[in-house]
C-alpha cells in the first residue's frame, strides 16, 4: 500500500476517534509549558504550567521573579535547574527583541535558547493557530511503527510526513497521534489486538511474519521429535536463532500425536 493511501486511512480512523479539535491558548503560555514539557510527563508538565502562571504569566513576571521562586514552582518537571534558567533568558529575550510578545516565525522561535523545532512547531499551531507539524515522541514512534515514514529522528519525521500529510490535518496529526499513543500504540506494550489500523501496521504485518516463521520452526520440531530424527540437533538450531531449512523437516508427520514440544525446547 502506498504511503499517502495508508496516512488517509489514518486520519479517517483518528478523526472518528479523536472528533474534537485542538484550541489555541496565549503562545506565551504555549512556549513556556513546551519547555517544560521536555522529558517530563504531560501530567506533571500541565501540575508545573498552572503553578508557575498562578504567580508569573508575564514575560515580565518571570524576569523580575528570583531564580530559586521559579525553580520552586516548577519544580515537579525534570531538570527544572535548567529549565527555570532558560525560562528567563527567553523571557528577557522576548522584552528586549519582541517588546514583550513571542514571535510568530519559526526561525526567530528556534533562534530562543532551549528552543527546537517541536517547541516552536507548538506555539505555531496551538499559539498562533499557523499549521505546523509537530513531531514529539508519539508523532515519531507511531509514525515509524505503522509504516508511514523510516526514519532516525524527529525532524526527518517530520519532514517525510509533511510530503504526504494534508496542510490542514498538521495540527489534527500531533494532537490525535499523542492522544493514540498513550492510549493504545503505547512504547513498550502496544494494545495491537484493539487497534482499529492494525491490518495496515506494518509492526503488526512483522509480528505476524515472526509468528508463522516460529510456528513452521516448532511443527519442524515436532515432526523430527515424533518421529525420532535428529530432534536435538534440531533443538540445537532453534535456541541459537539458526536458519532451520526444509532438509532438518522429514515429510513424515504424525497429526495425531500430542507431543508436548515445549518441554522438548
Known amino acids: 500500500m502506498r504511503k499517502i493511501e495508508k496516512v488517509k486511512i489514518i486520519l479517517v480512523f483518528l478523526h472518528e476517534r479523536y472528533k474534537e479539535r485542538h484550541g489555541t491558548q496565549s503562545p506565551f503560555r504555549v512556549l513556556v509549558s513546551t519547555v517544560l514539557s521536555q522529558r517530563t510527563r504531560d501530567e506533571i508538565t500541565d501540575i508545573a504550567t498552572e503553578r508557575l502562571f498562578s504567580l508569573y504569566d508575564t514575560p515580565q513576571k518571570l524576569v523580575d521573579a528570583s531564580l530559586w521562586k521559579i525553580e520552586d514552582r516548577i519544580k515537579p518537571v525534570g531538570f527544572y535547574h535548567t529549565k527555570a534558567k532558560r525560562l528567563k533568558e527567553i523571557s528577557l529575550i522576548l522584552i528586549q527583541r519582541y517588546n514583550g510578545n513571542v514571535p510568530g516565525d519559526i526561525d526567530e522561535l528556534l533562534s530562543l535558547p532551549g528552543v527546537g523545532r517541536k517547541t516552536a512547531n507548538c506555539v505555531l499551531v496551538y499559539g498562533f493557530g499557523i499549521p505546523a507539524l509537530a513531531v514529539d515522541t508519539h ?24 510530503k504526504i500529510v494534508p496542510i490542514r490535518e498538521f495540527g489534527f496529526l500531533n494532537t490525535s497521534m499523542v492522544r493514540f499513543g498513550k492510549e493504545i500504540c503505547k512504547p513498550l506494550y502496544p494494545l495491537c489486538k484493539t487497534c482499529g489500523i492494525k491490518n495496515i501496521c506494518d509492526r503488526e504485518n512483522r509480528q505476524s511474519g515472526r509468528r508463522c516463521s516460529q510456528m513452521n520452526k516448532e511443527i519442524g520440531l515436532m515432526r523430527c521429535c515424533v518421529n525420532g530424527l535428529s530432534g536435538h540437533r534440531l533443538v540445537h538450531r532453534i535456541r541459537m536463532g539458526m536458519r532451520v531449512t526444509s532438509r532438518w523437516r522429514p515429510s513424515c508427520v504424525n ?5 508436548n514440544l515445549q518441554s522438548a525446547i
Request: proline residues 3%; hydrophobic residues 25%.
Open 139 to 162: 508523532v515519531h514512534r507511531i509514525s515509524n511503527r505503522v509504516g508511514l515514514v523510516d526514519t532516525r529522528n524527529p525532524h526527518d519525521t517530520e519532514v517525510e510526513l509533511s
Open 255 to 259: 497429526h495425531d500425536s500430542n507431543y
